[in-house]
Structures are given as structure tokens and as C-alpha cells.
């Protein structure tokens, strides 16, 4: 099953007012990189608004956009065009093998592999079954689903900006048999509508700060859910450790400000996790 971000409507704050006819040829020439190709085009829109409205049309406001989305998504390997053909086409025994090899592929489930299953445990330790998981800016973390012992009745959604991975993970969900909705959709404009069980926002809210500052408290803000797990990288993706657990403890505390969450620490490894509840 599919879900659809309605149209949405750009007006950057300050800058120029940008024409149509530019936004399109700028979205044009970023796309023809096959680095964002796969990345779906209303959230290039979005990015790309921002910076024609700023800059003006021109190869500087190119490579603008396109070092913006590469330290918002780009920098996360894309799956092999095949998964999908070869998740649909894995026997019942083949599949959890061939999930955790694809998983490996991408930086932050890869990152999450050696601890998967405990992760599940985590997560879902003290909480009532959830009717559904809302699982935003998803990568590849469904493809863990066979590590959890979850009823295929639970609907699983997965949204994400990346046309290979949501077509990996349709594959991949309708194989396990996963009640499921799939479907793009750029948190820069808000979250997906309605009430949400469980929202998993793993490692997304500082990719939505190199979007645009503040955008990560904003998501807080509107999301309609009870529970929400939020996951911070402890290391850079060159490996690097540089204070960042509490640089982000610091920028979480300031993002729920004022708002009725209560955060819980949550016990990971290799990851800094907070479970929010509402209060």
C-alpha cells in the first residue's frame, strides 16, 4: 500500500520570489547527478526553493543543493537496484539472510547491526503492543523485522525520500507478509497526518537540522503520536567520537522544551536513544 504527500507550497522566508519556470530547471539540473536521481522530487522542490529564493539561479546555487541534500541523505549508500526483484523473488528461508545482507548496505542499519534484535527489545520493552509503528526517514531499518517478534497485523508504516529504499522496503514488507503503508514524504514539511501508536525517528533529527534549523523541534511540535523513540549517532559516519552525545542531549532538551513529552534515557548500543511519551 502506498501513501501520497499531498502537493505542497513553497514561499521561502525572505530572498526573491522564485518562478516556476527556474525552480524546474534548477530541480532539472540537480537530478541529472545520479547521487539524487533516486531522491523524490517534492523534497528536492523543497530544498532547492529554499536556496533559488536566497542565491538566485546559477551553478553556485547547483552545488548548493545538492551539498544540502547530500548532508540530509546523500551520504547513506542507496541499496542495489536488484533488492527488490530479489527480496520478492527469496524463499521463506532465504529471506531473513538476504534482509540483513541488504541492511549492511546502508550506513545507519549497518551501524545497528551488531545489537538488532536487542535494539527491538528496547524499544518495545514496557510498552503495550502497538496497533501500528510509524517508522520516519526509514532507510532499511524494516528489513529488521524478522529479529522482532511482531504480528503481521501490526501496520508498519515507512516513509522515507529515497525512491531506492522505499522500493526495497515495499519489497521487502510485502514479502514478510507486513500489514504495511509505504510512501515518500519530506519531514521538512510536517509529519505524515494523523494519530500515530509508536513513531521511530532514528538518527533523522540532525539530517532535518541540515535542512533547516529548528526543523527537528517543528517535527515534535505536530506530531500526533503517543510514544516516539528518537536515536542519535554516537560517532560521525567517518568513525569519529566528538562529544556528540552531549551536544545532543543538550539539543533535544531544548527541541521539547515547553511541550507535553516526557523523555525517558533509553538503553542502546551504539546509539544515544530517548523514548518521548506524552505527558
Do not use: N
Request: aromatic share 6%; hydrophobic share 45%.
Amino acid at each position: 500500500m502506498h501513501a501520497a504527500q499531498p502537493a505542497l507550497s513553497y514561499a521561502p522566508d525572505g530572498g526573491a520570489a522564485v518562478s516556476d519556470e527556474a525552480l524546474a530547471a534548477l530541480v532539472e539540473q540537480v537530478r541529472a547527478g545520479r547521487e539524487y536521481a533516486a531522491l523524490a522530487p517534492d523534497f528536492v522542490i523543497g530544498i532547492a526553493a529554499v536556496e533559488l529564493a536566497h542565491r538566485g539561479p546559477g551553478k553556485a546555487t547547483t552545488k548548493a543543493v545538492r551539498s544540502r541534500l547530500h548532508q540530509m541523505v546523500g551520504a547513506y549508500e542507496a541499496p542495489p537496484a536488484d533488492a527488490p526483484a530479489r527480496l520478492a523473488a527469496a524463499s521463506d528461508e532465504e529471506l531473513p539472510a538476504l534482509a540483513a545482507q541488504l541492511r549492511g548496505r546502508h550506513a545507519s542499519t549497518r551501524e545497528r547491526e551488531a545489537a538488532a534484535a536487542d535494539f527491538w527489545s528496547a524499544v518495545l520493552a514496557d510498552l503495550p503492543q502497538p496497533v501500528s509503528i510509524t517508522d520516519l526517514a526509514c532507510g532499511l531499518q524494516p528489513l529488521s523485522l524478522p529479529l522482532v517478534d511482531l504480528p503481521r497485523d501490526v501496520l508498519y508504516r515507512a516513509f522515507d525520500v529515497h525512491l531506492g529504499i522505499l522500493a526495497t522496503a515495499e519489497a521487502f514488507l510485502q514479502r514478510w507478509g507486513q500489514t504495511h503503508e509505504v510512501g515518500s514524504w519530506d519531514l521538512l514539511a510536517g509529519p505524515p497526518p494523523g494519530g500515530h501508536d509508536l513513531v521511530l525517528l532514528l538518527k533523522t533529527l540532525p539530517c532535518l537540522e541540515q535542512g533547516r534549523r529548528g526543523a527537528g523541534r517543528a517535527l515534535l511540535a505536530a506530531l500526533e503520536a503517543q510514544t516516539v523513540i528518537v536515536t542519535y549517532p554516537l560517532r560521525s559516519l567517518g568513525g569519529r567520537q566528538v562529544g556528540m552525545a552531549d551536544h545532543y542531549r543538550q539539543q533535544l532538551a531544548a527541541s521539547v522544551d515547553g511541550m507535553p513529552w516526557r523523555v525517558e534515557p533509553l538503553d542502546l548500543r551504539g546509539e544515544l536513544g530517548f523514548r518521548l511519551r506524552r505527558a
